[in-house]
């Protein structure tokens, strides 16, 4: 792994940041409030999609990263084949389940005084377009990651990212409608699967791979759900979790609520690409120490630890401290005065989860994904029920409260796995 695989994964999740600084703020005073947190909503749903992969695409990195170490790849057509097909079906279904929802008056759980039902349901039926395509990206991702192809899925990530926002901030030109405006986050996840899928076979290509088409295979999609199946429950229930707050705040308050909760979110929570540009950098060459028996991977990981340890102690304590410049500076007359509040307090959850998610690769690699995925059902109902008590009892600051407990609460018990599970 070379600095320039994380040099690529920082650059390709971190200038979609500087156009979402440009558009948030005329994007809230064109939309308004609930516009606003329903295009919040969408984006939410659009990333929860990622966990109709049902963890094939983690899979297919871990598994040809094993591959790679034995230095046989004759398999790895039939692998993507195989892949391919399990994330097109389970994307499918999502779609459909997404579609029905809309159609059968799934909107009246969504509190918007201002905005048509219509309007919505709309909404959600392009959104369920987007889910086959979000799902099947993963896999083809993976793929990439497994070759170390970091530059050229952070380049599809970087327009991907920048297509998030700008593609509603230049609808809002002509219309504040929500339909118009998921439709441009819908094309942009379509292209992104075309251009995942070139990269994928790029890779094969350039390895000789691709002499015979690969075709489903039983016996290698039950090597992927071995690995995959316990990532796919993490996959389900981890998104939940993510999310959980921001749908809850929309059901318990309103929609205007979210985006006061969303905004210093947003914020806080994008200082987590560095953890995520390293973490997936080093995961393929961690996986193949950990299955060379090498001694190395050891210290590999504690040096790389204890780099993002250092480094978000540093960016968090600083974030907290700017945050009352930074938000009215970004936000103008629009923001909420508990926003302060609560990105302040979520920046000590940033900070313990960016040591969970170290803990988390480093599981994954040791082909321990079960134990992440037992974690995170373990957690679902706690999170929930602390959510919807400190939601009631302290509005969106308990919801903040909330989320840097289960953060802290998911680095302890991955830390313990990880002294746990090491050979």
Same mark, same amino acid.
């Given at each position: 792994?070379?600095?320039?695989?994380?040099?690529?994964n920082?650059?390709g999740?971190?200038?979609?940041?500087l156009?979402a600084a440009?558009?948030?703020?005329?994007?809230?005073?064109k939309l308004?409030?609930?516009?606003?947190?329903?295009?919040?909503?969408?984006w939410?749903?659009?990333?929860?999609? #990622?966990?109709?992969d049902?963890?094939i695409?983690r899979?297919?990195?871990?598994?040809v990263?094993?591959?790679?170490?034995? #230095? %046989?790849?004759t398999?790895v057509?039939?692998?993507?084949?195989?892949? #391919?097909?399990?994330?097109l079906?389970?994307?499918?279904?999502?779609g459909?389940?997404?579609a029905?929802a809309?159609?059968?008056?799934g909107?009246?759980?969504?509190h918007?005084?201002?905005?048509?039902?219509? *309007?919505?349901?709309?909404? !959600?039926?392009?959104?369920?377009?987007?889910?086959?395509?979000?799902? !099947?990206?993963?896999?083809?991702?993976g793929l990439? *990651?497994?070759?170390?192809?970091?530059?050229?899925?952070s380049?599809?990530r970087?327009?991907l990212?920048i297509?998030?926002?700008?593609?509603?901030?230049?609808v809002t030109?002509?219309?504040s409608e929500?339909?118009w405006?998921v439709?441009?986050?819908?094309?942009?996840r379509?292209?992104a699967?075309?251009?995942f899928? *070139?990269?994928a076979y790029?890779?094969?290509?350039?390895?000789?791979?691709?002499?015979?088409?690969?075709?489903?295979s039983?016996?290698v999609?039950?090597?992927?759900f071995?690995?995959g199946?316990?990532?796919?429950?993490?996959?389900v229930?981890s998104?939940?979790?993510?999310?959980? %707050?921001?749908?809850?705040i929309?059901?318990?308050?309103?929609?205007?609520?979210?985006?006061a909760?969303?905004?210093?979110?947003?914020?806080?929570a994008?200082s987590?690409?560095l953890v995520?540009?390293?973490?997936?950098a080093?995961f393929?060459?961690l996986?193949?120490m950990?299955?060379?028996?090498s001694?190395?991977?050891?210290?590999?990981?504690?040096?790389?630890l204890?780099?993002?340890g250092g !480094? !978000?102690?540093l960016?968090?304590g600083a974030?907290?401290?700017l945050?009352p410049?930074?938000?009215?500076?970004?936000?103008g007359? %629009?923001l909420?005065?508990?926003?302060?509040?609560?990105?302040?307090?979520?920046?000590?959850?940033?900070?313990a989860?960016?040591?969970?998610?170290?803990f988390?690769?480093?599981?994954?690699?040791?082909?321990?994904? %079960?134990?992440?995925?037992?974690?995170?059902?373990?957690?679902?109902p706690?999170?929930?029920a602390?959510l919807f008590f400190?939601?009631?009892?302290?509005?969106?600051e308990?919801?903040?409260?909330?989320w840097v407990g289960?953060?802290?609460f998911?680095t302890?018990?991955?830390?313990?796995?990880s002294?746990?599970t090491?050979?």
């Amino acid at each position: 792994m070379r600095l320039s695989h994380i040099g690529w994964n920082l650059a390709g999740l971190s200038l979609p940041l500087l156009v979402a600084a440009a558009t948030v703020p005329p994007l809230i005073n064109k939309l308004g409030q609930e516009r606003f947190g329903l295009l919040a909503l969408a984006w939410g749903l659009i990333g929860y999609a #990622g966990a109709l992969d049902l963890g094939i695409g983690r899979a297919v990195t871990q598994l040809v990263s094993r591959l790679r170490g034995s #230095g %046989d790849l004759t398999s790895v057509p039939t692998i993507l084949a195989t892949a #391919g097909c399990i994330t097109l079906t389970a994307g499918f279904a999502g779609g459909v389940l997404i579609a029905l929802a809309a159609l059968c008056g799934g909107t009246a759980w969504v509190h918007a005084a201002t905005v048509p039902s219509t *309007e919505i349901c709309n909404a !959600m039926l392009l959104l369920a377009i987007a889910l086959p395509a979000q799902a !099947m990206s993963a896999t083809y991702r993976g793929l990439n *990651e497994a070759f170390l192809n970091f530059k050229g899925i952070s380049l599809v990530r970087l327009a991907l990212g920048i297509a998030n926002f700008a593609g509603p901030y230049l609808v809002t030109h002509y219309t504040s409608e929500l339909p118009w405006l998921v439709g441009t986050l819908v094309a942009s996840r379509l292209l992104a699967l075309f251009v995942f899928r *070139e990269l994928a076979y790029s890779c094969l290509r350039n390895r000789s791979l691709l002499k015979s088409a690969g075709t489903y295979s039983a016996s290698v999609a039950k090597s992927l759900f071995s690995f995959g199946g316990w990532v796919a429950v993490s996959g389900v229930v981890s998104p939940v979790l993510v999310q959980a %707050d921001r749908f809850l705040i929309s059901a318990t308050l309103s929609v205007a609520a979210v985006a006061a909760y969303v905004l210093p979110y947003e914020l806080v929570a994008q200082s987590l690409i560095l953890v995520g540009a390293i973490s997936s950098a080093i995961f393929p060459s961690l996986t193949k120490m950990v299955h060379e028996g090498s001694d190395a991977s050891h210290a590999y990981f504690r040096r790389w630890l204890f780099i993002v340890g250092g !480094m !978000m102690l540093l960016v968090c304590g600083a974030l907290a401290l700017l945050i009352p410049l930074i938000l009215p500076l970004w936000i103008g007359d %629009d923001l909420q005065p508990k926003s302060i509040v609560v990105g302040q307090i979520l920046c000590l959850g940033v900070f313990a989860n960016s040591i969970g998610a170290m803990f988390y690769a480093l599981l994954h690699a040791r082909c321990r994904s %079960d134990l992440t995925a037992k974690l995170h059902v373990v957690e679902l109902p706690l999170y929930f029920a602390s959510l919807f008590f400190l939601l009631i009892q302290y509005g969106i600051e308990g919801a903040a409260w909330a989320w840097v407990g289960r953060m802290v609460f998911d680095t302890l018990v991955l830390s313990w796995c990880s002294k746990a599970t090491r050979g």
